[in-house]
């Protein structure tokens, strides 16, 4: 269990309730005990008075005293095993809730490179199907284990006072249970490891299935799909049959051991019966309190098998939490950014990938200046803007922001004062109003209206049934490819930035809504660092400084003007989409 350890820090946290629940859960044991003893007892009187020894009117006030003391130790019982479900199960509730807000916030802080090791599918597999598994140990397994060793403490204690020596032949098969349930254990938990893994891949696979559906149809696969989910599920499900039959094994052992103890103790104790050893009413009470222990030693199977589980999926969710961030936040003091961005040699190699994307890249920008960054697929445009906003960290060289190493900034600083429009807009299944204000919380419907308006996609948005209040599809799908892309600006726009990253995202657009665009730019970043990564002469145009990447190298630099009148790659750039305007 030493997976489980992790969350003995929110054990602490509700020691208290969890404190109150075990005590609760104690005391509606501890009233089960009374019912047996008092059952006993009538028997014992009934056979008192066949052998004349109370009289009839006697038996009665003793029954009815019996039958008061049962149904009020039952009544008190249920109301306290209420109490028990409301205190226990409500605390693992809350560790349920804690658990998935540290997982949440372990992927928040993890880099950017971990997102592309591994699958979403999985990742949420971790912080549902897991956590719930991982719920399971800290609630209903914890209570019943309570409720297992109080029962038994309490009523073998009780059972070995009455009659010592049929309390040990009764008890007798117990010991070989719990070497079964040992055995038992180790295999499930193998085989609830290899469970989730699987459950794991499933959800992977529909995930991906779901999001690439237009994919898929336009290729006409939906059958290969089927099959191939088909494959996947009837492995999922051999797996589970294989955990299950292991399962399985604990009602029948149970069942069989609990059989034994009645017959154990209907022998043995007739024989002590017959030698007036005991009374008839104890062998009653020893028949019930062996069947009542039919449930805590089935129990015994349940929690262990709860317990390996959640021990299963505790490892799974911790191999996540166990990594550390790449990029991290260096300081607590605050930042003041006023947007002087300087690249001295940087050179930049992919850790996932091991592909080196830039070489020895060196520029500043000045606050209010504009630099355009031009270059084939693959140049590495987009890991600059990337390195810009932290998402990764330089290797080599020295990336600075108004003088500083940027890993000296405060992170959270540093990127709250960049507005980024990625190269593939991601909008999110919320209104349009809402997927604007993401840059701004507390933008007002003004602000709001005024950055659709900068952006050139107001007039789009008005024109729906619902305007700003219609709610889009997942990933910004109900809008077109360059209504998403300027919806994206939008929200870069209203957070009001001090820099301000555009990685391409004016590709989707027709030249007229670029030069609109371009011009409400040009307006309203005089006082802001902005960088625009684009493949077409006309974006980069009105850049105070325009950068040619080339295999991760500057191969050429300087302004519009100086460019289109020296040979290489920006001039033959400029000449061919000038001509394919003209025609």
């Not at 719920?135 to 204690?157: D, E, K, N």
């Not at 696979?205 to 999001?211: A, D, K, P, R």
């Given at each position: 269990m030493k997976e489980l350890r992790f969350l003995n820090k929110f054990f602490l946290k509700y020691k208290w309730r969890l404190l109150l629940g075990l005590i609760i859960t104690a005391i509606a044991t501890i009233f089960r005990i009374v019912v047996p003893a008092k059952i006993g007892d009538s028997i014992d009187a009934v056979q008192r008075n066949f052998n004349g020894e109370i009289t009839r009117e006697v038996l009665k006030d003793v029954l009815l005293e019996n039958i008061l003391l049962i149904l009020g130790a039952a009544?008190?019982?249920?109301?306290?095993?209420?109490?028990?479900?409301?205190?226990?199960?409500?605390?693992?509730?809350?560790?349920?809730?804690?658990?998935?807000?540290?997982?949440?916030?372990?992927?928040?802080?993890?880099?950017?490179?971990?997102?592309?090791?591994?699958?979403?599918?999985?990742?949420?597999?971790?912080?549902?199907?897991?956590?719930?598994?991982?719920?399971?140990?800290?609630?209903?397994?914890?209570?019943?284990?309570?409720?297992?060793?109080?029962?038994?403490?309490?009523?073998?204690?009780?059972?070995?006072?009455?009659?010592?020596?049929?309390?040990?032949?009764?008890?007798?098969?117990?010991?070989?249970?719990?070497?079964?349930?040992?055995?038992?254990?180790?295999?499930?938990?193998?085989?609830?490891?290899?469970?989730?893994?699987?459950?794991?891949?499933?959800?992977?696979?529909?995930?991906?299935?779901?999001?690439g559906i237009s994919v898929i149809k336009a290729y006409g696969i939906e059958p290969r799909t089927n099959t191939e989910f088909e494959q996947l599920a009837e492995t999922s499900k051999e797996k589970n049959i294989d955990l299950t039959k292991v399962q399985a094994l604990f009602f029948p052992l149970m069942i069989l051991l609990i059989g034994a103890s009645n017959l154990i103790v209907i022998y043995v104790g007739g024989n002590q019966f017959i030698d007036g050893k005991i009374d008839f009413g104890t062998i009653v009470e020893f028949l019930i309190y062996v069947n009542m222990l039919t449930w805590p030693v089935a129990i015994v199977g349940w929690?262990?098998?709860?317990?390996?589980?959640?021990?299963?999926?505790?490892?799974?969710?911790?191999?996540?939490?166990?990594?550390?961030?790449?990029?991290?936040?260096?300081?607590?003091?605050?930042?003041?950014?006023?947007?002087?961005?300087?690249?001295?040699?940087?050179?930049?190699t992919y850790p996932d990938t091991g592909i080196t994307a830039l070489k020895n890249v060196s520029f500043s920008i000045e606050p209010g200046e504009t630099l355009a960054i031009i270059g084939n697929t693959g140049s590495g445009k987009s890991t600059i803007l990337e390195l810009m906003a932290r998402l990764y960290d330089v290797e080599q060289g020295n990336y600075t922001v108004d003088g500083a190493k940027a890993t000296s900034l405060n992170l959270e600083d540093l990127r709250g004062n960049i507005g980024y429009v990625p190269q593939d807009a991601f909008l999110f299944s919320d209104s349009i109003e809402n997927n604007i204000k993401f840059g701004n919380k507390n933008a007002s419907k003004e602000q709001i209206i005024e950055a659709a308006k900068n952006a050139a996609v107001h007039n789009n948005i008005v024109n729906f049934n619902k305007g700003y209040e219609t709610v889009l599809g997942e990933r910004g799908i109900t809008l077109s490819g360059g209504q998403k892309q300027r919806v994206s600006i939008a929200r870069a726009l209203i957070k009001d930035p001090k820099i301000l990253l555009l990685d391409d995202c004016l590709s989707a657009v027709d030249t007229e809504t670029e030069e609109e665009i371009l011009q409400n730019l040009e307006r309203i970043t005089q006082d802001k660092t902005t960088v625009i990564v684009s493949h077409r002469v006309s974006s980069a145009k009105n850049a105070d400084k325009i950068i040619v990447l080339e295999d991760g190298e500057i191969i050429q630099q300087g302004t519009h003007a100086h460019l289109i009148n020296s040979d290489g790659y920006y001039k033959e750039l400029y000449n061919k989409q000038l001509l394919e305007k003209e025609m």
């Open positions: 009544i008190l019982s249920g109301f306290f095993t209420f109490l028990m479900r409301q205190t226990v199960i409500v605390v693992s509730r809350y560790i349920e809730f804690d658990l998935k807000n540290v997982v949440f916030e372990q992927y928040e802080r993890l880099s950017l490179s971990f997102y592309k090791k591994n699958r979403t599918g999985d990742l949420m597999s971790r912080i549902s199907e897991d956590v719930s598994k991982v719920r399971m140990y800290a609630g209903p397994a914890l209570m019943y284990s309570t409720t297992t060793v109080t029962l038994f403490i309490v009523a073998i204690s009780y059972m070995i006072y009455t009659a010592p020596l049929l309390t040990l032949y009764a008890v007798a098969p117990l010991p070989i249970l719990s070497i079964s349930i040992y055995k038992l254990s180790i295999a499930i938990h193998k085989r609830s490891t290899i469970v989730q893994q699987y459950l794991s891949k499933l959800t992977t696979f529909t995930q991906e299935s779901f999001s929690v262990s098998s709860m317990v390996q589980q959640a021990e299963a999926s505790q490892k799974r969710i911790n191999e996540f939490l166990k990594v550390d961030p790449e990029v991290v936040n260096t300081t607590t003091s605050r930042s003041t950014i006023e947007g002087h961005i300087e690249f001295d040699k940087v050179s930049f």
